[in-house]
């Protein structure tokens, strides 16, 4: 499968791509697992999805607008992504090769960028293994953080990749046990 990485611009004919593509879909590992087609129009005009510090990508598979990658916070050291990819194309690698195509991006075209950082349901299983294969180190969990279409709360899990990490090819886990005193969770009294 040939796959290329086009820029989204906010004209009314990509929106009305992206909002058949947005709409189109059931997104069950996102909180909002239904999108509005209206929405997407609305915030293609607000500048949601292009701006000055944000950038959405096509995944584009044979020719196919087969999903997006949106950068924010592109004048922050920590940028953060949000990934979707049609469910016709998920399992198919599609996954894997945009968030290491948008790390390279990301670092080579902002070199004040350190670091970059996403998160996931902790029941995204194909999505946490993505993350870990293109080098992201998991540096949270946030119990009960992301509330479902139908009223399950699943943790959040968050993970990052540093820009030293990139270069040397390497993964550095966080510290987990740095509190003093803290070996054995409890609570005291």
């Not at 590992?29 to 292009?50: F, P």
């Not at 990749?161 to 270069?167: Q, V």
Request: aromatic content about 12%; some cysteine; overall charge negative.
């Amino acid at each position: 499968m040939r796959v290329e990485y086009e820029r989204f611009v906010g004209d009314e004919a990509q929106g009305e791509l992206l909002a058949d593509l947005m709409a189109g879909e059931s997104w069950p590992y996102h909180v909002g697992e239904r999108v509005d087609r209206d929405a997407v129009r609305r915030r293609v005009a607000e500048g949601y999805y292009d701006g000055e510090w944000v950038r959405t990508f096509w995944i584009v598979a044979d020719g196919t607008h087969a999903g997006v990658v949106r950068l924010e916070d592109l004048d922050d050291e920590t940028p953060m992504f949000d990934l979707r990819i049609r469910s016709a194309y998920r399992g198919h690698g599609l996954g894997g090769g945009a968030v290491a195509w948008l790390t390279e991006h990301v670092f080579s075209a902002f070199p004040e960028i350190s670091r970059i950082e996403g998160t996931t349901r902790q029941d995204n299983h194909a999505m946490r293994r993505v993350f870990r294969r293109c080098g992201y180190a998991k540096e949270a969990h946030y119990r009960e953080a992301w509330p479902s279409a139908g009223g399950t709360v699943y943790d959040s899990i968050g993970y990052a990749i540093t820009r030293k990490d990139w270069l040397a090819g390497t993964v550095t886990p966080p510290n987990w046990h740095d509190e003093p005193g803290a070996e054995t969770p409890g609570l005291t009294a």
